[in-house]
DNA sequence: CTGAAAGCGCTTACAG
DNA sequence: CTGAAAGCGCTTACAG
């Protein structure tokens, strides 16, 4: 392995010169030993020991990426694959190096953070409950996405969720809809929730209701499909808490015999490219999952800068994409 | 930040004692001062510094996983998201770090890789031009994935891309089809030639041919799907090199007016759950991704354990998930 | 079973 | 513009 002392030696100088090269402070060295020393370095293939940087500056380049959960949570949420796939590179791009972790436990989070003396870290999936307190125990920049945490100073980016549901009401009963259900994965997620508040309030304020016994946790139930079919009450048009969610439950539909939307209509959420792709294409709810990323790692990178910044707790837009899986009644 | 002295201190010992115990070495410690230092530990919150670890024991707990490309590559195939995903707690139940890393450049691998002194490394992706360099510049142990390389000490693990074209090809003659055609992503990779490789020879082998207009490169070209509806000579079996291409691809074709399995029968590769939800429902050639993943860290960690063990090279089965985008022509 | 010494490869802070 | 010294928090290797 080739060391700063190492390039120093062949250079002729001390390793605070070689140093001061490795990291671009040029003014503080003469031109005729940036030239020698930057030739030495690519001829030896330098490459400086991130551990002993960080080590010695007490502060490394990871930026820790956190997903909520422990098994594959890129393929049980095709919105953590895009999140993480999103900020890799922006975080590459910047010269930090990212981890990636899947954490359950709350006690992981601050070993794992502290173990590395993460410079910031970006949380994915449902951290409300503990915010407060990751927030106490680690003095490095966080930016939480989705949170719906009551504590105020908090780095977040998150879409309107409530607007959402509002979206996905209004859109049915312009279309003639009088008789509605609502299926969420993990219904104690506030994202979730939201939803289908804005859901539901938008509903009632038309003079129309969504009864309990219509609102579903896909997460406890085993097929929600079969469930809606199934209502005493016959409903008409279902909005899902996700794109993947409502796919698996038009399938499931068909296999039943029924159709979208000939016999139920169906509204998704986030708006991914396979909702096109789908027969039929989904109508959805969709964010900008892109923008929501590129922010979240702005903020970290502003408060790495400068830790003084404000707290930042951006709320992005989300609009109705009008496909298929609607029917109009009204006509 | 507390530190071994902080612990050592307050225990009465010196830092080699608490040192023991932190790492286990339960054996060369009195039970006196194992209990009363793990005691302060706990009381402490003390977090051992990875980076004073890596740097002075020369190696770190950090297994790099590299991505090949530089944008979302996650949702540019989902097979990277799935096989990421599965790396993940594989590598965190064996208590080491995961560093993600999307990288394009030859040069980037051996920066990533040495600057943080990684453990090892699981390469995801097209590597095969760059293999022997990679292992020639970094002597940890290293497992690729899909390498059809012709460096013969390498650690690998794939799928056998030409059975699943096998099957493909017997599965359409099979059920009575006579003219083919097969749409791969990236055509200079080596797994997707192999795919076409089996579909072509195996064809032939039953007296039918693929003639190389019916062999479309979806990166190329903008709409394979319209490509192949414009054949002079008409197709009826369409191989496609992966799930998410033959979602798109039946997409395209209903906006031209044609239906699969009624116009043109279509069998993709993967076999994610996905395919089970779309209309047809997808006949595809399904690989195991979670046993890959899990395998390519078993080997890692094998060659980590002891770097003599020789070098593996796994090749995984694929099978065909018969489902209903195939029409059978043969009554 | 315990500990003092040296060192990992850098950076910080200072002196010149 | 340059460099000598100290130190970051651990582990390795040795002595007892």
């Known amino acids: 392995m080739v060391t700063l002392k190492d390039i120093a030696r062949e250079a002729g100088v001390s390793v605070m010169t070689v140093s001061r090269v490795v990291n671009g402070q040029y003014s503080k060295v003469s031109e005729e030993n940036i030239r020698k020393i930057q030739e030495i370095i690519k001829k030896r293939g330098y490459v400086p020991n991130s551990t002993a940087r960080s080590l010695s500056s007490k502060a490394s380049n990871i930026i820790s990426v956190i997903v909520h959960g422990s098994g594959n949570e890129l393929m049980r949420s095709l919105y953590n694959a895009a999140m993480v796939g999103e900020i890799v590179p922006y975080v590459q791009e910047r010269g930090y190096f990212l981890m990636l972790h899947f954490i359950d436990k709350y006690d992981d989070i601050t070993h794992s953070l502290r173990t590395w003396n993460a410079r910031g870290a970006i949380f994915i999936g449902t951290f409300d409950h503990d915010v407060q307190k990751i927030q106490e125990d680690n003095m490095i920049p966080l930016v939480f996405t989705d949170s719906y945490s009551r504590v105020r100073q908090i780095n977040n980016v998150g879409i309107d969720d409530y607007k959402g549901g509002v979206l996905a009401a209004k859109y049915f009963i312009d279309k003639g809809h009088k008789s509605f259900a609502y299926v969420g994965e993990?219904?104690?997620?506030?994202?979730?929730?939201?939803?289908?508040?804005?859901?539901?309030?938008?509903?009632?304020?038309?003079?129309?209701?969504?009864?309990?016994?219509?609102?579903?946790?896909?997460?406890?139930?085993?097929?929600?499909?079969?469930?809606?079919?199934?209502f005493k009450e016959q409903v008409t048009a279902v909005f899902v808490s996700s794109d993947a969610l409502a796919a698996s439950i038009i399938s499931s539909m068909r296999t039943l015999g029924r159709n979208v939307p000939e016999d139920y209509s169906i509204i998704g959420f986030d708006g991914f490219p396979m909702g096109d792709l789908l027969a039929p294409r989904l109508t959805t709810i969709s964010q900008d999952i892109a923008k929501k990323a590129r922010i979240a790692v702005d903020i970290l990178f502003r408060h790495i800068q400068d830790p003084s910044s404000p707290a930042e707790n951006i709320v992005l837009d989300v609009q109705l994409i009008e496909r298929d899986s609607v029917r109009s009644l009204s006509k």
Request: glycine share 4%; with cysteine.
């Open 186 to 230: 993990c219904m104690t997620s506030s994202v979730i929730q939201q939803r289908l508040k804005g859901f539901k309030e938008t509903l009632e304020a038309s003079g129309f209701s969504l009864s309990s016994s219509h609102i579903l946790d896909a997460t406890a139930i085993q097929d929600p499909a079969r469930a809606i079919c199934s």
